[in-house]
C-alpha cells in the first residue's frame, strides 16, 4: 500500500482519491479552499456528454473565431495578454486546428468518453449518489441553425445511438423548441447522454471519502511547495502546517497545477478558457427543456438539474480572470431569453464565471510529470466532469503500478 497525495478537491481531485482508495491505498486530499469544488466544478454545465467530445481546435475554427469576435454575443471573446503562456498556448492551439489532428482527438477522446461512462456507473453503483445529485439520462440534442452545417455533420451520422432530425422532429422530441426565435435547421440527438449536479456530486462524494478510514481530507490548506530528493524526486507536499508526506503525489487542482509544476521545472501547457453559466429556478408554468440541449453556433447548452434551469457558455481568453463580466451575462441572458423564453425564471437566475485549463489540444494531460513520484491528471477543459471517472482510474492505476486500461497516446505530457 502507498500513501498518496492528491491536491485539488474538485471533481478530478475526488474522483482521483476514490479510485486510489478502491485500489487499497492510503490518500490524503489537500484543497486550499474551505470547501470542495469551489473552482470549474462549482457551477459548471452538468452535462455528462459521453459521446460529444468534439475538441475546439479544428480546421476552421480560427476563421468563425474572427466572426465570433465581431459579434456582440458570440461565444468568444479575447483580450491579448503580454503573456508567454497565452500566446504560447495559442500557436500550439493553431497547429492543432487541422482536420486530421481534430479526428485522432476525437477518436481518443469518444475512448475515454465510453470508458469514463463505465467507470461512473461503477462509481455510483458504490457510492449511490444518484437522487442527490439529480442525475437524469435524457440524452443530448445538439441543434443547428445554419442548413450547410446541419447537412454536414448530419451526412456522417451512422445509426445506432445517434439520429439526425428535422427542425420538426426535433420539436416533437423536445416541445420546449416550439417557443425559440431561432430558425433551426434541424439537430442530431444521442441517446444515453446524462445530466447531474457536479457540484453536489463532489459534496456527496467527499462526504463518502471522509467516512473512510484510510482518507484525510485536508481544507483551507494552500500548497506552498514539494519536498523533494537528492535526485529531485518528490517526497511529500508542503503546506502551512507542515508537510505531508507521500509515496506519489497526484496534481489535480486545475488551473492552479500549472504554477505547482512549474515550481519542480514542469511545464504544463494548460490555460484557462472562461466560461461562464445562470442557474435559473424552475416554476409552476415554466416549460425547461427535458432533453439536454446544446445550439452549436451560439456555444450554449441547456440542462434541467432537478428543479433548475443551468445555461452555460461562452469561451473567453482573457487570462487567470474569474469575475463576473457584466456584458457577457446580459449577452448571456439576451441569448436564452431569445431560445428557451419561458424555460425559467431568469429574472432570478444566479450567474457564475469558471476558469476551464484546457490543453491546446482539448485532450487532458495523464500519467507521469517526468519528475519521480509526481502525477498528472489535469487539462480537462470543459469536459472535466465527463471525463473525471476514467482519468481517474487511468491515472489510479498508472500509480499502483499496473498499465493504463486505454492507450495514453495524446493523452500524456511530451
Known sequence: MKHCVVIG???VGLTTAWALLERGHGVTLIEREAEVAQGASRANGG?????????????????????????????????????WAQWSWLLAFLRNCRGPVNRRTTERLLALGAYSQASFARLQAEAQLGDAI???????????????????????????????????????????????????????FTAGEAVADCHAFCQGLHARLAAHERFRGRLATPVQGFQRDAQGGVLGVQTGGGVVAADAVVLA????????????????PIYPLKGYSLTAPIGTGHRPPEVSVTDFEKKVLYARIGAE???????????????????????????????????????????????RPATPSGAPILGPSGVPGLWLNVGHGALGFTFSFATANIVAELVSGRASPLPLDGLSLK
Open 9 to 11: 478537491g474538485g471533481v
Open 309 to 355: 434551469l443551468r445555461v452555460a457558455a461562452m469561451v473567453d481568453l482573457v487570462g487567470d480572470d474569474p469575475s463576473l463580466d457584466a456584458g457577457r451575462l446580459a449577452s448571456l441572458q439576451r441569448t436564452v431569453r431569445a431560445t428557451f423564453p419561458h424555460a425559467a425564471d431568469y429574472d432570478r437566475a444566479e450567474p457564475w464565471a469558471g476558469l
Open 253 to 268: 487542482a486545475g488551473l492552479a497545477s500549472r504554477g505547482l509544476a512549474a515550481a519542480v521545472g514542469v511545464e504544463l
Open 134 to 188: 439529480a442525475l437524469r439520462s435524457p440524452g443530448k440534442l445538439v441543434v443547428y441553425r445554419k442548413p450547410a452545417e446541419f447537412a454536414r455533420v448530419a451526412s456522417r451520422v451512422q445509426g445506432g445511438v445517434e439520429r439526425a432530425l428535422s427542425h420538426d422532429d426535433c420539436v416533437a422530441l423536445e416541445p420546449a423548441l416550439a417557443d425559440t426565435e431561432a430558425s433551426l435547421a434541424g439537430g442530431i
Open 47 to 83: 452535462q455528462l456528454s459521453y459521446r460529444y467530445v468534439s475538441p475546439l481546435a479544428d480546421a476552421g475554427v480560427p476563421l468563425k473565431a474572427l466572426r465570433w469576435l465581431l459579434d456582440p454575443d458570440g461565444p468568444l471573446r479575447f483580450k491579448p495578454e503580454a503573456s
